[in-house]
């Protein structure tokens, strides 16, 4: 497998891992009070997950060029494959992290209420002391979480199908979209340019239905009408919603391909 792919896929675990963990910011927001500064101080974060996107993206794109070039285009479904797949496990792992990051997100926010300053909480993050917070902050998810997902309980199976599937549009979009120009190359640049079309079905499910729900759910604790913990149950259905959307994007991923490419074709 050439290094540039390899490259890709350690670069889409890392950005999965980022994602999964954004859910539990509001988390973080409601245990300390910090509601804005937990969305700030997580972007610092989310700058790992944007690097890391502009990279992949021409590394990606540069390899199905080459192997356009060498007539073995058809052959680059298997990369598609290992893609979807670093997907679903960077985001099991950063499930997995959640318990970890949630305590040690915590005591960032509260640290940056102290020092008012990025470097100066970077530094201090570095420190022998943030090292210390961090080794105390380490923790395995909890049996009784995990078991939350017995229950449907004040939790919408509306929006947990309308998750499923913005998830699984959002992970197999562009991946689609660049088989779908090694499927046909001479439309490959026409094939690209509708990744965003098909990523704007997504954003549009999740900016309609998903995100209303979960911050009137945030402002519903406040008020003290919501429990901390029937909060906590609506992000483990979300993050295990973002699990199977990206197993289902592999089901997707050749049907999509080629809805691409009949697109692609008609216009």
């Known amino acids: 497998m050439p290094v540039a792919i390899v490259i890709v896929l350690i670069l889409t675990f890392v950005i999965y ?15 300390t009070g910090r509601i804005a500064i937990s969305f700030a101080v997580f972007n610092i974060f989310s700058l790992i997950a944007r690097t890391a996107n502009t990279i992949q993206a021409p590394l ?7 192997s356009i070039r060498v007539g073995r285009a058809g052959e680059f479904l298997y990369v598609f494959r290992w893609i979807l797949a670093l997907s679903t496990i960077g985001a099991i792992v950063g499930a997995i ?37 961090f080794k105390k902050s380490i923790s395995k998810p909890k049996r009784e979480n995990i078991s939350q997902l017995k229950s449907l309980r004040r939790i919408p199976k509306k929006i947990i199908i309308l998750n499923i599937m913005a ?14 120009g090694c499927l ?10 509708l990744a965003p079309v098909i990523n704007g079905s997504s954003t549009i499910l999740i ?9 009137m759910l945030t402002d ?5 009408e919501c429990s901390e913990l029937q909060f906590s149950r609506c992000i483990i259905f979300i993050v295990f919603g973002l699990i199977l959307g990206t ?17 692609a074709k008609f216009i």
């Open 97 to 133: 992290l959640m318990p970890t990051f949630i305590k040690l997100f915590s005591k960032t926010v509260n640290s940056f209420s102290v020092y008012k300053s990025v470097p100066k909480l970077l530094v201090h993050s570095f420190s022998k002391a943030g090292i210390e917070q």
């Open 60 to 66: 990606l794109s540069k390899s199905i060029e080459e």
């Open 220 to 224: 519903d604790v406040i008020r003290g």
């Open 184 to 193: 046909n190359p001479d439309l490959r640049t026409t094939c690209s340019n």
């Open 17 to 31: 891992i980022v994602s999964t963990l954004s859910y539990s910011v509001r988390i973080v927001g409601i245990k």
């Open 207 to 215: 900016t309609i239905f998903i995100d209303p729900y979960t911050s």
């Open 247 to 263: 197993i289902l994007a592999q089901l997707l991923l050749v049907p999509a391909a080629m809805i691409i490419e009949s697109i």
């Open 167 to 180: 998830c699984s549009i959002s992970t197999v979009g562009v991946v689609a979209a660049l088989y779908a």
